[in-house]
């Protein structure tokens, strides 16, 4: 079974409960931009506890990195990898992951499910093809939002930040509706990629159905 342990280089706070690991990479190790795969802390007991996190680095970067969402009401690893400091090892396991870049369309994100996202917009960035893409990024409040300064960057006015419990007269304000998607997408005959918590994606899913959008357009992974 594929195993590699990889050496922190740096581990910081990106948001108020977001962390940003930097890793070695191993050799040869090639994944897709959209990719996973799980990963566990070389610590005594924690070993065996893996847990799935997305390839937020691009796959010709000589690093690793992944964006990870803190839960210490978890008591598990991810409330761990908060004590983790740079020089230590984590442990990587096969790459899997089912989202992959198929073509223009809307991006739908919930919270830490905008990172499968993250890599397959940095690659399109870097190869000035971010064309129509658009990013629906749903989060609790402002202060949530992961990369909210590069994701502008990259896309422009083609970010559009939904906020269910903070109004900022900036951003819109609730869940992503089914009138929220008919105001921004306009055009429903592209791909649709859906990453998020399964309540949301649940309720998205079916507004999509609703509006008529074919099954195999829609590309997704619950978190
Ligand atoms: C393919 C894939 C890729 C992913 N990539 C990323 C990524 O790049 N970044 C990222 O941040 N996340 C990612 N996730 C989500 C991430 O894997 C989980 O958030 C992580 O496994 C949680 O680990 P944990 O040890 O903190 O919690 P665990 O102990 O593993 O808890 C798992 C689940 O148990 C439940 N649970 C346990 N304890 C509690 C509690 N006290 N209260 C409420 N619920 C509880 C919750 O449903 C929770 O989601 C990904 C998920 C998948 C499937």
Not at 35 to 58: C, Y
Request: charged share 30%; aromatic share 10%; proline share 4%.
């Amino acid at each position: 079974m594929e195993k590699h342990y990889v050496k922190i280089r740096s581990i910081k706070k990106v948001t108020h409960d977001t962390l940003g690991i930097i890793t070695d990479k191993p050799e040869n190790y090639n994944f897709k931009p959209g990719q996973a795969t799980n990963i566990a802390l070389d610590r005594e007991g924690w070993v065996d506890e893996k847990r799935p996190f997305t390839f937020a680095s691009l796959p010709e970067d000589d690093f690793l990195e992944f964006i990870i969402k803190t839960y210490p009401e978890h008591d598990g690893t991810t409330d761990k990898l908060l004590e983790v400091k740079a020089g230590e090892n984590l442990i990587l396991n096969e790459i899997f992951g089912s989202i992959n870049y198929k073509g223009e369309g809307v991006f739908i994100a919930g919270g830490s499910g905008v990172t499968p996202f993250i890599s397959i917009l940095r690659d399109l960035y870097k190869k000035n093809r971010i064309g129509s893409n658009k990013l629906i990024f749903a989060n609790k409040t402002k202060a949530d939002i992961i990369l909210r300064d590069e994701l502008e960057t990259m896309l422009g006015d083609k970010l559009i930040n939904v906020l269910s419990e903070e109004k900022t007269g900036e951003y819109a304000h609730g869940f992503v509706t089914d009138e929220l998607l008919e105001r921004e997408v306009g055009d429903f005959k592209g791909y649709f990629y859906l990453c998020g918590p399964p309540m949301m994606m649940m309720t998205v899913e079916g507004y999509l159905y609703d509006l008529n959008v074919d099954k195999d357009r829609i590309v997704k992974e619950t978190f």
